[in-house]
């Protein structure tokens, strides 16, 4: 096919696709998804960021070694402030994120509620994945957490947030490493039990998403 065909076909099919309704486009972006992935600066500028990263809680419930959020004695010195998200403040990010999405037909590709905090310290969580996920801002909404706190009511609770994928950060493999490293926390089977629970209870529902 010579070039100059190529390129007309290709502006061509590119105007007929930007002129048809987001819904639409997102439609064929699923079904395709490899058409559309591509170096990072051939999607810039972008009408929305490409990740981001909402901190419901710069709190942890261990003290890692090698994690400036578990030391409090750093934290102090460089004057960070500890606190939780209001549920109220989420909501607000998220509204105006939406808004962002629909003026540009665009999502954010990934969106993870967590940053430098322990994300299941903060009691409302999964209220705050499912208004993520009703909001259809992101392809992939994600969180990444310690598991200590994956209690089954609140593994029931996240996996009906709708939360497409959870990383397990697991410290060590044993209750001592576990000490050793966490400083105040020395129970590896917790963690075990809570993410096994956790894969049952996806597996059993067939909605699995995914682990790392
Ligand atoms: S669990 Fe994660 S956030 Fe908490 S202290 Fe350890 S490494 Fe840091």
């Known amino acids: 096919m010579n070039n100059n065909f190529y390129n007309k076909t290709r502006t061509l099919v590119k105007t007929f696709y930007e002129s048809m309704p987001w819904q639409i486009r997102e439609g064929i972006r699923n079904i395709y998804p490899s058409r559309f992935a591509g170096p990072l600066y051939k999607l810039l500028p972008m009408a929305v960021p490409f990740s981001l990263h909402i901190d419901p809680t ?13 030391d409090l004695d750093l934290l102090r010195t460089v004057g960070r402030s500890k606190g939780q998200m209001t549920v109220e403040l989420f909501k607000k990010i998220i509204d105006e994120l939406s808004e962002m999405c629909i003026a540009s037909g665009q999502k954010v590709n990934e969106l ?23 909001k259809n801002v992101a392809e992939s909404v994600q969180t990444t957490t310690n ?3 994956l ?3 609140r593994t029931m609770e996240i996996i009906d947030s709708g939360l497409d994928l959870i990383r397990v950060s697991v410290e060590h493999v044993n209750d001592n490493g576990y000490k050793k490293i966490t400083k105040i926390f020395g129970d590896y089977n917790l963690v075990k039990e ?15 998403g995914g682990f790392i």
């Open 58 to 70: 710069n709190l942890c419930n261990f003290r890692c070694t090698f994690c400036p959020t578990g």
């Open 112 to 134: 993870h509620i967590y940053k430098d905090g322990e994300p299941l310290v903060h009691k409302e969580f999964a209220k705050m994945a499912a208004y993520v996920k009703n």
């Open 147 to 149: 598991a200590a706190l």
């Open 151 to 153: 209690t089954k009511d």
């Open 194 to 208: 809570n993410v096994k629970f956790l894969f049952e209870e996806k597996t059993r529902r067939k909605n699995f």
